[in-house]
């Protein structure tokens, strides 16, 4: 007796060492290399696991023929599927997922025989083997079970099934949802048979308890493994190997009984399991599990004290009821009415989210294994149900921040990037794509200096990546090397490193500010400074200069009336520069206001021109502008436009060229057009001529002056009026500048 005591205790001991190492490699060994020879594999997995699950399910199979007690047929069913996923694993080892999957869902499914095993064991009352029919449920159970493992097996390897494990990122969500419930369909069997063996002392079934637990702990290890080989995968493998040998063990323990008491092996199996409603009871009430089940007529016939925790209904109140009156919300009914009668067709463990209804009318989302089988068994339905709410709430809570960022990312003006370590793109919002000039499709998983060449901005990157800290820059040029056409461009970035839990740089986001246009006014701005003050220079000192030599009295009154001229022309050429600017604040300030009254288009063209002759070098003027029509329009902002017309004519036509004012009526507008014969304007010009700032080549080769106002002030006060202004010329034969004005004489309301 003692050497057995020391035995048990001894035996617990991988448990806590395998704990141990889980903890380790986890949290402060972080071993990352793998090794998976597959010859090696093979070999172990048929050794401890297949070989001893084998051995298990076949005295298992016996004994069941000699007592009929279906727990023993159940827990062979489960020790055939679990060895046979094992081998079929070890042979597709070469493909991940598919061993993966089939040696996850086979734990699945034998973790479910194992339950109904327990569940049979511990709650009738009466012994089991009046229940069985031989041969032929044994060989149903058994059947089922290498059909179930191969069919997955087949399925798997054809790609058809959904992926369980990908190489070097681990297992996804689905087959955690498989391993969780495994781990706790396997934990509910150890300890539910721990509790028979408190009962019975069987040593059998201490060492299968200890097994199965083992192999709980084993699968929840193998949910860590990030690649078959690596060390925690060993460690789940080696894991199972020992709970195969305590299956081989258990199984020793019996046939050294059987010999002791000079009987056969059958005979002391059916001694394992004392049949009791008090055993289930115990079993039920000891699971933090929801359990229920239904008997043939689909009401519920079990209903344990964790379901009556999670779902507020007692167990006098459950059992007799439909679950799907009592718990399900009328809404969802019909659906699970047909999951129901889909599993009984496939006899099947089926896992789902459901939402489920409570007593005090509130509703709560669940993880619902429904285990279904046929038979002559009171019970053909259980049902295993998880509380998922805290899952739930994180994952909206997670859904809604995500849903937030991506709303904030995409209606910033802020164009945003998130880049892996090796600067690939991981993410990027709306604005970033569509100035990068590409689609998101080219941008995907590419790296960005790829498609953005830069050597200096690789080098900002590096240096980034390698020390941890950010980098900012103001206004750094950049030249898209795919997308010369558009020059030179300006940028305000920032990088931010990413960490990681060591401190590593594990992603980077790149946040940029497109500044071109910024920068392209203030280098507009600092030329108009510059240009606004040679423009005013130069007749202001033309100004200053006559009147300071027209004090001499030593000349005559003639060369006194020239330098009154020059005064004048100065100080008209000022009050241009000025009202040009002041109308243009006024529009850019939205204070522009029309005084319209009549005005006589003919009368205003000949004061425009008469004011503008002495700026002539020689040009012809020809008035073809009729007294008729009348305009209703503010003079002063008309005038200021045909005199901008008048000057640019004046300086841009030869000495003796003819300068044409004309007018005529275009249904219910004016036409109202200025025309030299100058040098004309190139195509190229003609498309910014109407902008603010910009004169023409011609103008900038001849230094004629101005600050490339007067047009763009012709056109906010022309379409202030709601006309139009546009021009027409040929290189080299002159430009013709028109204008419409309504002539609506009635003046605005107020």
């Given at each position: 007796?003692?050497?057995?005591?020391?035995?048990?205790?001894?035996?617990?001991?991988?448990?806590?060492?395998?704990?141990?190492?889980?903890?380790?490699?986890?949290?402060?060994?972080?071993?990352?290399?793998?090794?998976?020879?597959?010859?090696?594999?093979?070999?172990?997995?048929?050794?401890?696991?297949?070989?001893?699950?084998?051995?298990?399910?076949?005295?298992?199979?016996?004994?069941?023929?000699?007592?009929?007690?279906?727990?023993?047929?159940?827990?062979?069913?489960?020790?055939?599927?679990?060895?046979?996923?094992?081998?079929?694993?070890?042979?597709?080892?070469?493909?991940?997922?598919?061993?993966?999957?089939?040696?996850?869902?086979?734990?699945?499914?034998?973790?479910?025989?194992?339950?109904?095993?327990?569940?049979?064991?511990?709650?009738?009352?009466?012994?089991?083997?009046?229940?069985?029919?031989?041969?032929?449920?044994?060989?149903?159970?058994?059947?089922?079970?290498?059909?179930?493992?191969?069919?997955?097996?087949?399925?798997?390897?054809?790609?058809?099934?959904?992926?369980?494990?990908?190489?070097?990122?681990?297992?996804?969500?689905?087959?955690?949802?498989?391993?969780?419930?495994?781990?706790?369909?396997?934990?509910?069997?150890?300890?539910?048979?721990?509790?028979?063996?408190?009962?019975?002392?069987?040593?059998?079934?201490?060492?299968?308890?200890?097994?199965?637990?083992?192999?709980?702990?084993?699968?929840?290890?193998?949910?860590?493994?990030?690649?078959?080989?690596?060390?925690?995968?060993?460690?789940?493998?080696?894991?199972?190997?020992?709970?195969?040998?305590?299956?081989?063990?258990?199984?020793?323990?019996?046939?050294?009984?059987?010999?002791?008491?000079?009987?056969?092996?059958?005979?002391?199996?059916?001694?394992?399991?004392?049949?009791?409603?008090?055993?289930?009871?115990?079993?039920?009430?000891?699971?933090?599990?929801?359990?229920?089940?239904?008997?043939?007529?689909?009401?519920?016939?079990?209903?344990?004290?964790?379901?009556?925790?999670?779902?507020?209904?007692?167990?006098?109140?459950?059992?007799?009821?439909?679950?799907?009156?009592?718990?399900?919300?009328?809404?969802?009914?019909?659906?699970?009415?047909?999951?129901?009668?889909?599993?009984?067709?496939?006899?099947?463990?089926?896992?789902?989210?459901?939402?489920?209804?409570?007593?005090?009318?509130?509703?709560?989302?669940?993880?619902?294994?429904?285990?279904?089988?046929?038979?002559?068994?009171?019970?053909?339905?259980?049902?295993?149900?998880?509380?998922?709410?805290?899952?739930?709430?994180?994952?909206?809570?997670?859904?809604?921040?995500?849903?937030?960022?991506?709303?904030?990312?995409?209606?910033?003006?802020?164009?945003?990037?998130?880049?892996?370590?090796?600067?690939?793109?991981?993410?990027?919002?709306?604005?970033?794509?569509?100035?990068?000039?590409?689609?998101?499709?080219?941008?995907?998983?590419?790296?960005?200096?790829?498609?953005?060449?830069?050597?200096?901005?690789?080098?900002?990157?590096?240096?980034?990546?390698?020390?941890?800290?950010?980098?900012?820059?103001?206004?750094?040029?950049?030249?898209?090397?795919?997308?010369?056409?558009?020059?030179?461009?300006?940028?305000?970035?920032?990088?931010?490193?990413?960490?990681d839990a060591e401190g590593s740089v594990s992603a980077i986001v790149l946040s940029l500010i497109d500044t071109t246009?910024?920068?392209?006014?203030?280098?507009?701005?600092?030329?108009?400074?510059?240009?606004?003050?040679?423009?005013?220079?130069?007749?202001?000192?033309?100004?200053?200069?006559?009147?300071?030599?027209?004090?001499s009295e030593e000349l005559a009154t003639e060369q006194k009336q020239a330098l009154m001229r020059d005064a004048l022309?100065?100080?008209?050429?000022?009050?241009?520069?000025?009202?040009?600017?002041?109308?243009?604040?006024?529009?850019?300030?939205?204070?522009?206001?029309?005084?319209?009254?009549?005005?006589?288009?003919?009368?205003?063209?000949?004061?425009?021109?008469?004011?503008?002759?002495?700026?002539?070098?020689?040009?012809?003027?020809?008035?073809d502008v009729p007294t008729e029509p009348a305009l209703n329009a503010d003079p002063v902002r008309i005038e200021l436009?045909?005199?901008?017309?008048?000057?640019?004519?004046?300086?841009?036509?030869?000495?003796?060229?003819?300068?044409?004012?004309?007018?005529?009526?275009?249904?219910?507008?004016?036409?109202?057009?200025?025309?030299?014969?100058?040098?004309?304007?190139?195509?190229?010009?003609?498309?910014?001529?109407?902008?603010?700032?910009?004169?023409?080549?011609?103008?900038?080769?001849?230094?004629?002056?101005?600050?490339?106002?007067?047009?763009?002030?012709?056109?906010?006060?022309?379409?202030?009026?709601?006309?139009?202004?546009?021009?027409?010329?040929?290189?080299?034969?002159?430009?013709?500048?028109?204008?419409?004005?309504?002539?609506?004489?009635?003046?605005?309301?107020?």
């Amino acid at each position: 007796m003692s050497t057995w005591l020391s035995a048990r205790r001894l035996a617990v001991a991988p448990l806590i060492l395998i704990l141990i190492l889980l903890l380790l490699e986890l949290y402060v060994l972080d071993i990352r290399g793998a090794s998976n020879p597959r010859w090696l594999f093979l070999l172990l997995n048929t050794t401890f696991v297949a070989l001893a699950s084998f051995v298990a399910a076949y005295l298992t199979a016996q004994a069941y023929l000699v007592t009929r007690q279906m727990q023993l047929a159940w827990i062979g069913g489960g020790l055939l599927a679990f060895g046979l996923a094992t081998l079929l694993s070890a042979l597709a080892s070469i493909d991940q997922n598919t061993a993966v999957t089939v040696s996850n869902t086979g734990a699945l499914l034998s973790s479910l025989f194992y339950l109904g095993g327990c569940l049979r064991a511990l709650v009738w009352s009466q012994p089991f083997g009046t229940e069985g029919r031989g041969l032929l449920s044994m060989t149903f159970i058994y059947g089922a079970a290498v059909a179930v493992v191969l069919l997955l097996f087949l399925l798997s390897s054809e790609g058809i099934t959904p992926s369980f494990f990908v190489p070097g990122e681990g297992g996804t969500a689905l087959r955690q949802v498989v391993i969780n419930t495994t781990v706790a369909l396997f934990a509910v069997s150890g300890f539910s048979t721990l509790i028979v063996f408190r009962r019975s002392g069987t040593a059998f079934l201490y060492w299968f308890a200890l097994g199965l637990l083992l192999i709980a702990l084993s699968l929840f290890t193998a949910g860590y493994a990030k690649t078959l080989g690596d060390p925690v995968s060993w460690l789940a493998r080696s894991t199972q190997y020992i709970a195969g040998i305590y299956f081989l063990i258990g199984v020793a323990t019996i046939v050294r009984e059987a010999r002791d008491r000079k009987t056969n092996f059958a005979k002391v199996a059916s001694t394992m399991f004392p049949a009791s409603a008090q055993s289930y009871k115990l079993l039920v009430d000891t699971t933090a599990e929801a359990m229920m089940a239904l008997n043939r007529e689909g009401r519920i016939a079990l209903w344990n004290p964790s379901a009556e925790k999670l779902l507020g209904f007692s167990e006098r109140e459950a059992i007799g009821s439909f679950p799907e009156n009592l718990i399900i919300p009328e809404r969802h009914r019909n659906d699970v009415r047909e999951w129901i009668k889909e599993a009984e067709i496939r006899s099947s463990a089926d896992v789902r989210e459901l939402t489920l209804k409570r007593r005090d009318g509130g509703e709560i989302p669940a993880e619902v294994t429904l285990s279904t089988r046929t038979g002559h068994s009171t019970w053909l339905r259980a049902f295993v149900v998880r509380d998922i709410s805290e899952r739930k709430q994180s994952e909206q809570a997670q859904a809604r921040q995500r849903q937030i960022t991506e709303t904030v990312m995409d209606n910033t003006e802020a164009q945003i990037a998130y880049l892996d370590k090796n600067f690939k793109f991981l993410m990027a919002n709306k604005a970033y794509v569509e100035g990068s000039g590409h689609t998101w499709g080219e941008l995907a998983g590419r790296n960005h200096f790829e498609i953005f060449p830069d050597a200096e901005n690789q080098a900002i990157f590096e240096w980034v990546r390698a020390t941890g800290e950010p980098a900012s820059f103001k206004d750094k040029p950049f030249e898209f090397a795919h997308q010369p056409w558009r020059g030179v461009t300006y940028w305000d970035w920032t990088l931010v490193p990413i960490k990681d839990a060591e401190g590593s740089v594990s992603a980077i986001v790149l946040s940029l500010i497109d500044t071109t246009e910024r920068k392209k006014l203030d280098i507009l701005k600092d030329e108009f400074i510059s240009m606004v003050s040679h423009e005013l220079r130069t007749p202001l000192t033309i100004v200053m200069g006559a009147l300071y030599t027209s004090q001499s009295e030593e000349l005559a009154t003639e060369q006194k009336q020239a330098l009154m001229r020059d005064a004048l022309w100065g100080t008209e050429q000022l009050g241009q520069i000025l009202d040009n600017l002041l109308e243009l604040s006024r529009a850019r300030a939205d204070r522009l206001t029309l005084n319209k009254e009549p005005v006589n288009i003919a009368e205003l063209a000949r004061a425009v021109v008469t004011r503008l002759q002495y700026k002539s070098t020689g040009q012809r003027f020809v008035m073809d502008v009729p007294t008729e029509p009348a305009l209703n329009a503010d003079p002063v902002r008309i005038e200021l436009v045909l005199r901008n017309l008048v000057d640019n004519a004046i300086k841009y036509s030869p000495r003796g060229g003819q300068v044409r004012v004309f007018a005529r009526r275009d249904g219910e507008n004016v036409v109202v057009g200025v025309s030299d014969e100058g040098v004309g304007i190139s195509p190229e010009d003609q498309a910014k001529l109407f902008t603010r700032f910009q004169r023409l080549e011609e103008s900038v080769r001849t230094r004629t002056e101005g600050i490339g106002l007067g047009l763009s002030v012709c056109r906010t006060l022309v379409e202030a009026h709601g006309g139009r202004i546009w021009v027409e010329s040929t290189p080299g034969q002159g430009s013709t500048f028109s204008f419409t004005i309504p002539m609506n004489m009635q003046p605005p309301a107020g």
